[in-house]
Protein backbone atom coordinates (compact mmCIF):
# COMPACT_ATOMS: atom_id res chain seq x y z
CA UNK A 1 0.00 0.00 0.00
CA UNK A 2 0.98 3.55 -1.24
CA UNK A 3 2.07 5.22 1.76
CA UNK A 4 2.56 9.13 0.34
CA UNK A 5 0.45 11.20 2.42
CA UNK A 6 -2.16 12.63 0.96
CA UNK A 7 -2.82 15.51 4.17
CA UNK A 8 0.96 16.82 4.10
CA UNK A 9 -0.26 18.83 7.12
CA UNK A 10 -1.78 15.48 8.93
CA UNK A 11 0.98 14.20 11.58
CA UNK A 12 1.97 10.50 10.89
CA UNK A 13 -0.47 9.07 13.53
CA UNK A 14 -3.27 11.09 15.77
CA UNK A 15 -5.18 9.56 18.12
CA UNK A 16 -8.38 11.76 19.77
CA UNK A 17 -10.24 10.67 22.71
CA UNK A 18 -8.88 7.27 22.66
CA UNK A 19 -11.35 5.27 24.80
CA UNK A 20 -11.28 1.16 25.31
CA UNK A 21 -13.95 0.09 27.63
CA UNK A 22 -13.50 -3.74 27.62
CA UNK A 23 -17.15 -4.34 29.36
CA UNK A 24 -18.67 -2.50 26.34
CA UNK A 25 -16.59 -3.83 23.81
CA UNK A 26 -17.89 -6.23 20.77
CA UNK A 27 -16.53 -9.25 21.10
CA UNK A 28 -14.44 -8.76 17.88
CA UNK A 29 -12.91 -5.53 18.79
CA UNK A 30 -11.68 -7.62 22.17
CA UNK A 31 -10.24 -10.51 20.88
CA UNK A 32 -6.85 -9.31 19.77
CA UNK A 33 -5.67 -9.05 23.26
CA UNK A 34 -4.72 -12.15 23.47
CA UNK A 35 -2.42 -10.98 21.27
CA UNK A 36 0.69 -9.58 23.06
CA UNK A 37 2.31 -12.02 20.96
CA UNK A 38 -0.22 -12.41 18.18
CA UNK A 39 0.52 -11.67 14.30
CA UNK A 40 -1.59 -9.01 13.44
CA UNK A 41 -3.12 -10.59 10.03
CA UNK A 42 -6.69 -9.98 10.85
CA UNK A 43 -8.37 -7.28 11.78
CA UNK A 44 -11.43 -6.11 13.94
CA UNK A 45 -14.65 -5.10 12.38
CA UNK A 46 -15.08 -1.62 11.97
CA UNK A 47 -18.57 -0.40 12.38
CA UNK A 48 -19.46 -4.12 14.27
CA UNK A 49 -22.03 -3.17 16.81
CA UNK A 50 -21.88 -5.59 19.33
CA UNK A 51 -25.01 -7.06 19.83
CA UNK A 52 -23.71 -8.93 23.29
CA UNK A 53 -22.97 -5.11 24.92
CA UNK A 54 -23.36 -5.26 28.13
CA UNK A 55 -23.44 -2.33 30.35
CA UNK A 56 -20.82 -2.09 33.14
CA UNK A 57 -22.78 -3.67 36.51
CA UNK A 58 -24.97 -5.97 35.26
CA UNK A 59 -25.61 -9.53 34.17
CA UNK A 60 -28.54 -10.02 32.37
CA UNK A 61 -31.16 -12.63 33.68
CA UNK A 62 -28.50 -13.84 36.49
CA UNK A 63 -29.78 -11.70 38.86
CA UNK A 64 -27.64 -11.57 42.65
CA UNK A 65 -24.31 -12.23 40.32
CA UNK A 66 -22.03 -9.79 40.79
CA UNK A 67 -21.04 -8.34 37.11
CA UNK A 68 -17.25 -8.07 36.00
CA UNK A 69 -15.28 -5.11 36.83
CA UNK A 70 -15.61 -2.24 34.72
CA UNK A 71 -12.34 -2.22 32.23
CA UNK A 72 -11.61 1.29 31.32
CA UNK A 73 -8.08 0.18 29.72
CA UNK A 74 -8.28 3.81 27.68
CA UNK A 75 -9.62 6.84 29.01
CA UNK A 76 -9.89 9.45 26.41
CA UNK A 77 -6.08 9.47 25.16
CA UNK A 78 -4.99 11.66 23.04
CA UNK A 79 -1.37 10.72 21.61
CA UNK A 80 0.05 12.08 18.00
CA UNK A 81 3.82 10.83 16.79
CA UNK A 82 5.21 12.14 13.98
CA UNK A 83 7.62 11.35 11.26
CA UNK A 84 10.27 9.31 12.22
CA UNK A 85 9.67 10.23 15.73
CA UNK A 86 10.17 7.34 18.52
CA UNK A 87 8.46 6.95 21.70
CA UNK A 88 8.39 5.04 24.62
CA UNK A 89 5.29 3.91 26.47
CA UNK A 90 5.66 3.44 30.30
CA UNK A 91 3.18 3.09 33.19
CA UNK A 92 2.09 0.03 35.84
CA UNK A 93 0.99 -3.08 34.97
CA UNK A 94 -2.58 -2.88 33.93
CA UNK A 95 -2.44 0.67 32.81
CA UNK A 96 -3.64 0.40 29.77
CA UNK A 97 -0.20 0.63 27.45
CA UNK A 98 -1.08 -2.75 25.40
CA UNK A 99 -4.31 -1.67 24.63
CA UNK A 100 -3.00 1.44 23.72
CA UNK A 101 -1.06 -0.10 21.00
CA UNK A 102 -3.29 -2.25 19.70
CA UNK A 103 -5.76 0.48 19.48
CA UNK A 104 -3.27 2.77 17.61
CA UNK A 105 -2.23 -0.05 14.40
CA UNK A 106 -5.68 -0.56 14.26
CA UNK A 107 -6.10 -4.39 16.01
CA UNK A 108 -8.52 -3.75 18.13
CA UNK A 109 -11.25 -1.06 17.71
CA UNK A 110 -11.76 1.68 20.50
CA UNK A 111 -14.89 1.90 22.21
CA UNK A 112 -15.07 5.52 21.65
CA UNK A 113 -12.60 8.23 20.02
CA UNK A 114 -10.54 8.29 16.63
CA UNK A 115 -6.84 6.74 15.38
CA UNK A 116 -5.78 8.68 11.96
CA UNK A 117 -3.14 7.93 10.44
CA UNK A 118 -2.20 10.27 7.91
CA UNK A 119 -4.93 12.16 8.41
CA UNK A 120 -7.33 9.25 7.15
CA UNK A 121 -9.23 7.49 9.93
CA UNK A 122 -9.47 3.87 10.32
CA UNK A 123 -12.95 3.94 12.28
CA UNK A 124 -14.30 4.87 8.80
CA UNK A 125 -11.91 2.30 6.67
CA UNK A 126 -13.24 -1.06 5.49
CA UNK A 127 -11.55 -4.45 7.34
CA UNK A 128 -9.54 -4.96 3.83
CA UNK A 129 -8.19 -1.43 3.78
CA UNK A 130 -7.16 -1.38 7.62
CA UNK A 131 -5.31 -4.91 6.93
CA UNK A 132 -3.31 -3.36 4.14
CA UNK A 133 -2.28 -0.60 6.22
CA UNK A 134 -1.53 -2.74 8.88
CA UNK A 135 0.54 -4.63 6.07
CA UNK A 136 2.00 -2.17 4.14
CA UNK A 137 2.37 1.00 6.68
CA UNK A 138 2.79 -1.03 9.92
CA UNK A 139 5.11 -3.55 11.29
CA UNK A 140 5.10 -5.37 14.69
CA UNK A 141 7.34 -6.93 17.11
CA UNK A 142 6.56 -8.43 20.38
CA UNK A 143 7.90 -9.91 23.32
CA UNK A 144 7.82 -13.38 21.36
CA UNK A 145 6.10 -16.03 19.46
CA UNK A 146 5.47 -13.85 16.31
CA UNK A 147 7.43 -16.06 13.61
CA UNK A 148 6.13 -19.26 12.35
CA UNK A 149 7.73 -22.05 13.75
CA UNK A 150 7.52 -24.23 10.59
CA UNK A 151 9.08 -21.42 8.01
CA UNK A 152 13.05 -21.00 7.80
CA UNK A 153 14.23 -17.74 9.26
CA UNK A 154 14.67 -16.14 5.39
CA UNK A 155 10.72 -17.05 4.54
CA UNK A 156 9.63 -15.54 8.00
CA UNK A 157 11.17 -12.28 6.63
CA UNK A 158 9.95 -12.51 3.31
CA UNK A 159 6.84 -13.56 4.43
CA UNK A 160 4.83 -10.17 5.00
CA UNK A 161 5.99 -9.06 1.57
CA UNK A 162 4.53 -12.12 0.22
CA UNK A 163 1.53 -10.87 1.80
CA UNK A 164 1.53 -7.40 0.17
CA UNK A 165 1.58 -8.86 -3.18
CA UNK A 166 5.67 -9.21 -3.75
CA UNK A 167 6.60 -12.63 -5.24
CA UNK A 168 8.34 -15.38 -3.25
CA UNK A 169 11.38 -14.99 -5.45
CA UNK A 170 11.79 -11.10 -5.05
CA UNK A 171 10.70 -11.35 -1.03
CA UNK A 172 13.15 -13.55 -0.62
CA UNK A 173 16.19 -12.43 -1.98
CA UNK A 174 14.86 -8.94 -0.08
CA UNK A 175 15.22 -10.89 3.39
CA UNK A 176 18.64 -12.37 2.43
CA UNK A 177 19.29 -8.74 2.01
CA UNK A 178 17.94 -7.71 5.53
CA UNK A 179 19.53 -10.86 7.16
CA UNK A 180 23.18 -9.50 5.27
CA UNK A 181 22.48 -5.68 7.00
CA UNK A 182 21.49 -7.43 9.91
CA UNK A 183 24.38 -9.74 10.14
CA UNK A 184 22.19 -12.59 10.55
CA UNK A 185 23.19 -14.20 7.11
CA UNK A 186 24.23 -17.58 8.68
CA UNK A 187 20.53 -18.35 10.22
CA UNK A 188 18.68 -18.02 6.69
CA UNK A 189 17.86 -21.86 6.57
CA UNK A 190 17.35 -21.67 10.52
CA UNK A 191 13.67 -22.55 12.01
CA UNK A 192 12.88 -20.46 15.40
CA UNK A 193 12.76 -23.31 17.53
CA UNK A 194 16.57 -23.96 16.12
CA UNK A 195 17.29 -19.96 17.40
CA UNK A 196 18.12 -17.94 20.61
CA UNK A 197 15.46 -15.87 22.14
CA UNK A 198 17.62 -13.01 21.06
CA UNK A 199 18.37 -14.26 17.22
CA UNK A 200 14.59 -14.87 16.88
CA UNK A 201 14.01 -11.27 17.90
CA UNK A 202 16.59 -10.17 14.99
CA UNK A 203 14.82 -12.48 12.61
CA UNK A 204 11.31 -10.72 13.92
CA UNK A 205 12.48 -6.85 13.55
CA UNK A 206 13.92 -7.83 10.16
CA UNK A 207 10.68 -9.10 9.43
CA UNK A 208 8.76 -5.87 10.39
CA UNK A 209 10.95 -3.71 9.07
CA UNK A 210 11.36 -5.47 5.66
CA UNK A 211 7.84 -4.02 4.30
CA UNK A 212 9.54 -0.48 5.36
CA UNK A 213 6.53 0.65 7.33
CA UNK A 214 6.01 4.12 8.27
CA UNK A 215 5.50 3.17 11.85
CA UNK A 216 6.88 -0.08 13.59
CA UNK A 217 4.76 -0.55 16.91
CA UNK A 218 6.93 -3.14 19.37
CA UNK A 219 5.24 -4.66 23.00
CA UNK A 220 8.16 -5.28 25.05
CA UNK A 221 10.49 -5.78 22.29
CA UNK A 222 12.75 -7.25 24.77
CA UNK A 223 11.16 -8.62 28.05
CA UNK A 224 11.96 -12.21 27.44
CA UNK A 225 16.03 -11.54 26.83
CA UNK A 226 18.65 -10.98 29.60
CA UNK A 227 20.00 -7.05 29.61
CA UNK A 228 23.02 -7.25 27.29
CA UNK A 229 21.10 -9.01 24.82
CA UNK A 230 17.97 -6.78 24.98
CA UNK A 231 20.21 -3.48 24.67
CA UNK A 232 21.71 -4.79 21.28
CA UNK A 233 18.31 -6.12 19.90
CA UNK A 234 16.66 -2.24 20.81
CA UNK A 235 20.01 -1.02 19.07
CA UNK A 236 19.53 -3.27 16.12
CA UNK A 237 15.76 -2.26 16.30
CA UNK A 238 16.11 1.43 16.55
CA UNK A 239 19.06 1.78 13.83
CA UNK A 240 16.94 -0.13 11.08
CA UNK A 241 14.18 2.02 11.75
CA UNK A 242 16.14 5.23 11.77
CA UNK A 243 18.06 3.88 8.41
CA UNK A 244 13.84 3.38 6.88
CA UNK A 245 12.31 6.50 8.61
CA UNK A 246 10.47 4.69 10.77
CA UNK A 247 8.18 5.68 13.44
CA UNK A 248 8.67 3.90 16.37
CA UNK A 249 6.22 2.81 19.47
CA UNK A 250 7.54 0.53 21.67
CA UNK A 251 5.81 -0.68 25.14
CA UNK A 252 8.34 -1.25 27.83
CA UNK A 253 8.49 -1.67 31.51
CA UNK A 254 12.42 -1.22 31.18
CA UNK A 255 13.84 2.60 31.36
CA UNK A 256 16.93 1.17 29.57
CA UNK A 257 14.87 0.67 26.67
CA UNK A 258 12.95 3.92 27.19
CA UNK A 259 16.20 5.70 26.84
CA UNK A 260 16.32 4.52 23.29
CA UNK A 261 13.54 6.70 22.11
CA UNK A 262 13.38 10.42 21.79
CA UNK A 263 9.95 10.46 24.06
CA UNK A 264 8.40 8.87 26.85
CA UNK A 265 5.16 8.64 27.62
CA UNK A 266 3.41 7.36 30.84
CA UNK A 267 -0.03 5.51 31.14
CA UNK A 268 -1.73 4.72 34.60
CA UNK A 269 -5.25 4.00 34.82
CA UNK A 270 -5.90 4.16 31.19
CA UNK A 271 -4.52 8.26 31.07
CA UNK A 272 -1.94 9.08 29.29
CA UNK A 273 0.55 11.82 31.14
CA UNK A 274 3.06 12.56 27.60
CA UNK A 275 3.23 16.33 28.16
CA UNK A 276 2.78 18.29 25.05
CA UNK A 277 3.21 17.25 21.49
CA UNK A 278 7.14 17.29 20.54
CA UNK A 279 7.89 15.85 17.84
CA UNK A 280 11.69 15.01 17.58
CA UNK A 281 12.20 12.54 14.36
CA UNK A 282 15.30 11.61 13.22
CA UNK A 283 17.24 11.89 17.20
CA UNK A 284 16.75 8.69 18.65
CA UNK A 285 19.09 7.91 21.74
CA UNK A 286 20.55 4.83 21.15
CA UNK A 287 23.12 4.45 24.17
CA UNK A 288 24.96 1.42 22.98
CA UNK A 289 25.44 2.73 19.47
CA UNK A 290 27.21 6.01 19.01
CA UNK A 291 27.11 5.42 15.53
CA UNK A 292 23.91 6.19 15.17
CA UNK A 293 24.23 9.15 13.04
CA UNK A 294 26.19 7.19 10.07
CA UNK A 295 23.90 5.38 7.19
CA UNK A 296 24.40 1.51 7.83
CA UNK A 297 22.78 1.13 4.79
CA UNK A 298 25.08 3.12 2.95
CA UNK A 299 28.47 3.13 5.28
CA UNK A 300 31.18 0.16 5.03
CA UNK A 301 31.50 -2.10 8.27
CA UNK A 302 34.66 -2.09 9.79
CA UNK A 303 34.40 -5.65 9.11
CA UNK A 304 31.80 -6.88 6.13
CA UNK A 305 31.87 -10.44 7.10
CA UNK A 306 29.58 -8.70 10.63
CA UNK A 307 26.95 -6.57 9.30
CA UNK A 308 26.14 -3.17 9.66
CA UNK A 309 26.04 -2.60 13.43
CA UNK A 310 28.81 -5.50 14.74
CA UNK A 311 27.00 -8.31 13.65
CA UNK A 312 25.36 -10.92 16.21
CA UNK A 313 26.85 -11.20 19.73
N1 LIG B 1 -9.48 -8.50 26.08
C1 LIG B 1 -9.67 -7.95 27.26
N2 LIG B 1 -10.84 -8.10 27.89
C2 LIG B 1 -11.08 -7.50 29.07
N3 LIG B 1 -10.18 -6.73 29.72
C3 LIG B 1 -8.99 -6.56 29.14
C4 LIG B 1 -8.67 -7.16 27.90
N4 LIG B 1 -7.42 -6.79 27.58
C5 LIG B 1 -6.96 -6.02 28.58
N5 LIG B 1 -7.91 -5.89 29.51
C6 LIG B 1 -7.79 -5.10 30.74
O1 LIG B 1 -7.47 -3.77 30.38
C7 LIG B 1 -6.56 -3.21 31.29
C8 LIG B 1 -5.31 -2.75 30.55
O2 LIG B 1 -4.66 -3.88 30.00
P1 LIG B 1 -3.33 -3.73 29.16
O3 LIG B 1 -2.91 -5.10 28.75
O4 LIG B 1 -3.55 -2.75 28.09
O5 LIG B 1 -2.33 -3.13 30.22
P2 LIG B 1 -0.74 -3.03 30.20
O6 LIG B 1 -0.41 -1.70 30.76
O7 LIG B 1 -0.23 -3.35 28.83
O8 LIG B 1 -0.33 -4.17 31.21
P3 LIG B 1 1.00 -5.05 31.30
O9 LIG B 1 2.13 -4.09 31.51
O10 LIG B 1 0.77 -5.92 32.50
O11 LIG B 1 1.10 -5.82 30.03
C9 LIG B 1 -6.28 -4.30 32.33
O12 LIG B 1 -7.14 -4.07 33.43
C10 LIG B 1 -6.66 -5.56 31.63
O13 LIG B 1 -7.08 -6.55 32.52
Redesign the pocket.
Known sequence: MSTTNPYPAAPLLAAAGLT?D??A?PAAS??A??G?NAVPVASASPGTVGPAAVPAGTMPGLSGIPAAPH?L?LDHVDFTLGDGETVAVM??????????L?ALAGIIRPTAGTVAFRGADLGAMSDAQRTALRRGAFGFVFQSGQLLPELPAVENIALPMMLGGVGYREATDAAILWLERLGLRHLAGQRPGEMSGGQMQRIAIARALAVRPAVVFA??PTGALDQATGRDVMAILMEAARANGSAVVV?T?DPNVAAFCSRTVM?RD?RLDGGPYAPTPSSPKSPSSPAAAADPFTAQPADPGRGWIGGER
Open positions: MYSAVGKARTAGPSGSGKSTLHDEVHMG
